[in-house]
């Protein structure tokens, strides 16, 4: 059996068709690593973590500046989804999803933001109970090593690495250099309780390197020997005996086995995983289930529904002269590139390429800003957005991060092997689309300031004709995509729609639990994988509270 235990863990593969765990943690992702990792801590228990994704063995997850190949790379599963008739397009959709150990931790720009508090008053109020700001922040602080701050918000020492990044690209100081000018102030610190403004992103990196889920969490825990890694795993069902969860049915090369459970069972599949996973093993609304010939273990209409995305639009710029990261595809500067990273892990390659970034209002009637900017150096690094004429572009990415339009995954069938049906209803509630469009407005006036239009030769995407509100507007609407940040499909609560309670249980099944982003009750504002990582340091806690 081809797995991380012999050859990076230091445990034995599992053996045999039937083997038992005290703790089976489904799904190696954010969430996943940091539970796997916490739980085994405990050495009188037992833990199985099962990846469907290979091991983070590829040397592009571990360099920064090789961003531009995880995000379009094989380590990515690609999803279609239906567009639904708010945005006027016809031709298919997909987004991607990490399928390898770490999850999008490995495979991600490492952008690290925690939202605001705000967004934790807000779950709060529909009903989860215990997840307000006071109560997250200690375990982001328990998690985070970070090498610039350490205060009352931030901490060292934490599993985390969180980094400013070394080497900026001067393009990004002009960019922000417009920002001010454009009248956004600079803020130093994006995590502090304040986003609004401008200023440069910390990463989720150490020495150089990514500190992802599974580096940060899996790789010290290498040598434990209760806790088992198994890699090319696909759960296809949750075993449920009299109303408890007793153990999983997965496959591997092929063949189908059994693992059995003695404690608990943590689903951390991510938001479409998740809900697809408890609806085939008969968790989901009953009359759902019962069209695809399930048996019903618990009525929950709430999986699957409540689905949230952070949509996203791509402004793409011609340059001037080589003035971005897009000068590196030439050989010389790659290899260039390549030896200051070797040596010394710095320069471009230490990079995550987008390197400054802005929070600010689309809509002016929010309490805090709900438009998020990237200024990515660089032009088509980024699955399904353009590269441009003559090769020297740069790309201003904007994603409305509170959005108010709601969607669902389904099944198709109740054959595991089947995608689910996913429908994110972007734009549904003309809210997000007006407040998009005007970050959108605001991303061409900041592009338009003397910082950086010295840089620039033309606009690529949208072209130089769409100038009005209304040519804008429906430019958002035909070229809208998933910014790859689904969340809310078995969310956190104490009514009927809600999947888990506050201490993410799964209702009505014993020994069972969902952690992982598809408990947050709605989108934090920003980047969702550090509060991932929190979700997994506060489920540790519960269950071991329970040992």
Not at 30 to 51: D, F, M, P, Q, Y
Not at 198 to 207: E, F, R, V
Not at 461 to 468: A, K, N, Q
Request: with cysteine; glycine share 10%.
């Amino acid at each position: 059996m081809n797995c991380l235990g012999s050859a990076r863990y230091g445990v034995k593969p599992i053996s045999g068709k039937e083997s038992r765990y005290d703790y089976i943690v489904v799904g190696g992702g954010s969430t996943g690593c940091v539970i796997a990792s916490r739980l085994s801590e405990n050495e009188s228990v037992k833990v199985a973590l099962l990846e469907e994704g290979p091991p983070d063995a590829s040397p592009y997850i571990h360099i920064p500046g090789a961003y531009y190949k995880t995000a379009q790379g094989s380590l990515l599963k690609r999803l279609s989804w239906e567009a639904g008739p708010e945005l006027a397009r016809n031709e298919k959709q997909t987004m991607v999803q990490a399928r390898v150990l770490g999850g999008g931790s490995s495979v991600n720009a490492m952008i690290y933001i925690r939202g605001v508090p705000f967004d934790y008053e807000q779950w709060v109020q529909l009903g989860a109970e215990g997840w307000g700001y006071d109560d997250v922040l200690p375990y982001f602080l328990r998690a985070e090593d970070n090498n610039r701050f350490c205060n009352e918000v931030h901490a060292v020492g934490g599993p985390l690495g969180v980094s400013d990044i070394d080497y900026i690209h001067p393009l990004t100081r002009s960019w922000l250099q417009a920002c001010q000018q454009a009248g956004l102030p600079y803020n130093a610190d994006f995590n502090s309780g304040n986003q609004a403004g401008c200023g440069l992103y910390q990463i989720t990196a150490k020495d150089g390197r990514r500190s992802s889920a599974a580096v940060a969490y899996l790789k010290p825990a290498r040598e434990r020997p209760n806790l088992q890694v198994v890699t090319r795993t696909v759960v296809t069902r949750i075993i449920i005996e009299d109303g408890k969860a007793v153990g999983v049915e997965y496959v591997r090369n092929g063949e189908k086995h059994v693992l059995r459970a003695e404690r608990e069972i943590i689903v951390s599949a991510g938001a479409i995983g998740t809900p697809k996973l408890l609806m085939l093993s008969g968790i989901g609304a009953e009359k759902e289930l019962s069209r695809h010939g399930i048996a019903v273990q618990a009525d929950l209409p709430g999986v699957g529904k409540n689905l949230q995305d952070h949509v996203e639009i791509s402004l793409i710029y011609q340059l001037n002269g080589p003035h971005s990261y897009d000068k590196y595809k030439k050989l010389h500067w790659k290899a260039a590139a390549g030896l200051n990273y070797a040596l010394f892990k710095g320069g471009p390659a230490s990079s995550n390429l987008i390197e400054g970034g802005a929070f600010w209002w689309g809509n002016k009637e929010e309490q805090v800003p709900d438009i998020q900017y990237f200024m990515v150096v660089g032009a088509g690094i980024e699955e399904g957005v353009d590269a441009v004429p003559g090769g020297n572009g740069c790309t201003i990415n904007l994603g409305q991060i509170r959005p108010k339009s709601r969607g669902e995954v389904t099944l198709t069938s109740s054959d595991f092997a089947a995608d689910p049906r996913v429908s994110p209803n972007y734009f549904s509630d003309p809210y997000d689309l007006d407040a998009i469009t005007d970050g959108t407005m605001k991303a061409m006036d900041i592009m338009s300031k003397p910082a950086i239009a010295k840089y620039l030769h033309s606009r690529y995407v949208p072209d130089r004709s769409v100038l009005t509100r209304d040519e804008v507007r429906a430019f958002c609407q035909r070229n809208a995509h998933a910014a790859l940040h689904p969340s809310g499909t078995c969310r956190i609560g104490t009514d009927e729609m809600a999947v888990v309670d506050p201490k993410l249980r799964v209702r009505g099944i014993e020994g069972l639990r969902v952690a992982d982003a598809s408990v947050m009750p709605t989108l934090i504002s920003g980047n969702p994988n550090a509060v991932c990582i929190m979700i997994g340091e506060r489920a540790a806690d519960f269950m071991l509270a329970c040992a």
